[in-house]
C-alpha cells in the first residue's frame, strides 16, 4: 500500500484540561495513483486527518507511512492544496509557483517546471498577474499548479472547491481529472460534497463524527466521464446519504442539548 494509516488517534484538551477525541481508531490504506475522497460532517476530523498525513500536526498516536516511510513532518513528496489558495499577494503567479522551488533548482529550470504546470491548470498566459487580478477559481489553479511543481507522489486537498461557485467548481473538477489521469499522482481529497466525491473518487470514505471514526470505504465502480451516468451517481449519493444522515442528526442533536443547558 502507498499510504498506510494505523490505528491513529487524535486528542486535544477542552477548556477544563480535559482529554476530547477528535479522532478514533482510525485505520485506511491507499493504493498508488489512487483517487481516494473523505467525506463526512463538520467536526469530524477531515481535515485534522489530512494534516496529519501531510506532517503538520501530529497524532495523539498511531502512525503513518507514505511509501513504507513513517510521517513525522511535512515532506516534499506531500503537495498539500488548501481551501484557501494562500498565494503571496505581493508576487505575481510564476513567483508564487517558482517560490517553493528555489532551493531545488536554478531559477530557470524553476520557471520552466512553473510554466508547464501553468500551462496544465490553463493559466500560461498568467504568469505576470498578481493574486487580486485573478478570481477565486484562478488562485486555486495558481495554488494547484505551485503544489504539482514540486512534484509530489501524493496531492492532499482540504475542500479546495469548497469556497468557489457550482460553475467554476464543475470547470475545476474536469481539469483536476485531466491532471490526475496525465499524472497519475495518489490523491486524498477532503469534501463535504457528496456529488464531487462521487464524481472525482475512486473510493470514498465515509467519517462519522463525536469521535471521527470510519463508518464507511465505498468503491465508485463507475467509468469515466461519469457524467453520462446520472442515474447511477445518484443512486451512490442516495447509499451514502442514509449514512451521513444519521451522522448530522447527531451533530444537530448535540447542538440542541448544548443551547438547552447554556
Given at each position: ?19 476530547v ?12 495513483g ?57 508576487l ?52 494547484i ?20 461557485d457550482?460553475?467554476?467548481?464543475a ?14 499522482k495518489?490523491?486524498l ?9 462521487i ?17 464507511q ?20 449519493e ?25
Amino acid at each position: 500500500m502507498f499510504i498506510t494509516i494505523n490505528q491513529v488517534q487524535k486528542q486535544y484538551s477542552d477548556k477544563n484540561n480535559q482529554p476530547v477525541d477528535i479522532l478514533k481508531d482510525i485505520n485506511l490504506t491507499v493504493q498508488k495513483g489512487e483517487f481516494v475522497s473523505i467525506l463526512g460532517p463538520s467536526g469530524c476530523g477531515k481535515s485534522t486527518l489530512l494534516s496529519i498525513v501531510a506532517g503538520l500536526t501530529k497524532a495523539t498516536s498511531g502512525e503513518i507511512l507514505v511509501n513504507n516511510i513513517k510521517i513525522t513532518k511535512p515532506g516534499k513528496d506531500r503537495g498539500m492544496v488548501f481551501q484557501q489558495a494562500a498565494l503571496f499577494p505581493w508576487l505575481n503567479v510564476m513567483e508564487n509557483v517558482t517560490f517553493p522551488l528555489k532551493k531545488e533548482m536554478s531559477k530557470k529550470q524553476a520557471e520552466e517546471q512553473a510554466k508547464k504546470h501553468l500551462q496544465m491548470v490553463q493559466l500560461g498566459n498568467y504568469t505576470g498577474h498578481y493574486p487580486h487580478e485573478l478570481s477565486g477559481g484562478m488562485q486555486q489553479r495558481v495554488a494547484i499548479a505551485r503544489a504539482l511543481a514540486m512534484n509530489p507522489d501524493t496531492l492532499l486537498m482540504d475542500e479546495p472547491f469548497g469556497a468557489l461557485d457550482e460553475q467554476t467548481r464543475a470547470r475545476l473538477h474536469g481539469q483536476l481529472e485531466n491532471i490526475w489521469t496525465e499524472t497519475k499522482k495518489t490523491i486524498l481529497f477532503v469534501t463535504h460534497s457528496i456529488s464531487e466525491s462521487i464524481k472525482l473518487s475512486d473510493r470514498i470514505v465515509v467519517m462519522g463524527t463525536k469521535p471521527g471514526t470510519i463508518i464507511q470505504d465505498i468503491k465508485v465502480d463507475l467509468p469515466r466521464p461519469r457524467e453520462k451516468y446520472k442515474k447511477e451517481m445518484l443512486e451512490i449519493e442516495d447509499h451514502i446519504m442514509g449514512y451521513l444522515k444519521r451522522e448530522i442528526d447527531k451533530v444537530v442533536s448535540e447542538e440542541l442539548s448544548n443551547a438547552a443547558s447554556s
